[in-house]
């Protein structure tokens, strides 16, 4: 069974298109307009093992906000539906990886709850072009989307360039645990008989 993923969503703010492969081998395509954001989506992808193809035009010449917001509902719809039924899944994903000096816990559960827990000080507005309050904004996105449960911590670290790098590596590695396949899980992995 492919696990695969395609949304257009079109509004008057922005325009994009993504397919998302949770069975990929972490090739990417990705143009949003915002430099940093590619950096970041790409380590998605690539820690991750997904293959993320995505497009944005968005109204950058407001900011980067709605550009960034969207793409993170868009990615949440697509995990959601690539998912599926969640059958085999290992459901639960978590993470804790250096980025020089930074540490980053990212631990998640594809629960059908969405809930958001981002704890993390960041020390300059931006990065590049991109809010680095946006961060928070984007996995909030992707949270209530996917109907994840997210949880989202700085243990330690100063540079704010490591920190958001850590977190989107650390995010992409816990949702490919989380997506797993594994063998000995018969329906989905709940008392409850369904996630």
Do not use: W
């Amino acid at each position: 069974m492919d696990r695969i993923s395609k949304i257009n969503r079109k509004t008057n703010e922005t325009d994009i298109n993504m397919t998302l492969n949770v069975d990929g081998s972490g090739n990417y395509d990705i143009n949003t307009g915002i430099g940093f954001f590619n950096h970041m989506m790409t380590h998605i992808a690539k820690h991750g093992l997904f293959d993320i193809d995505v497009t944005c035009i968005g109204d950058l010449e407001v900011d980067c906000h709605h550009t960034i917001e969207d793409i993170g509902i868009v990615l949440g719809k697509c995990i959601k539906e690539a998912v599926g039924e969640k059958i085999g899944i290992k459901r639960y994903g978590s993470a804790i990886i250096p980025m020089d000096e930074t540490l980053i816990l990212c631990a998640l559960d594809l629960s059908g709850r969405s809930y958001l827990n981002y704890d993390v000080k960041l020390t300059t507005d931006k990065i590049g072009t991109m809010d680095t309050e946006m961060v928070e904004e984007f996995f909030r996105a992707v949270a209530c989307n996917a109907e994840m449960n997210l949880h989202i911590k700085l243990l330690d670290g100063k540079n704010n360039h490591h920190i958001v790098e850590g977190i989107f590596k650390a995010f992409g590695n816990a949702l490919d645990q989380a997506t797993l396949i594994d063998p000995r899980i018969k329906g989905t992995l709940s008392t409850k008989g369904s996630i």
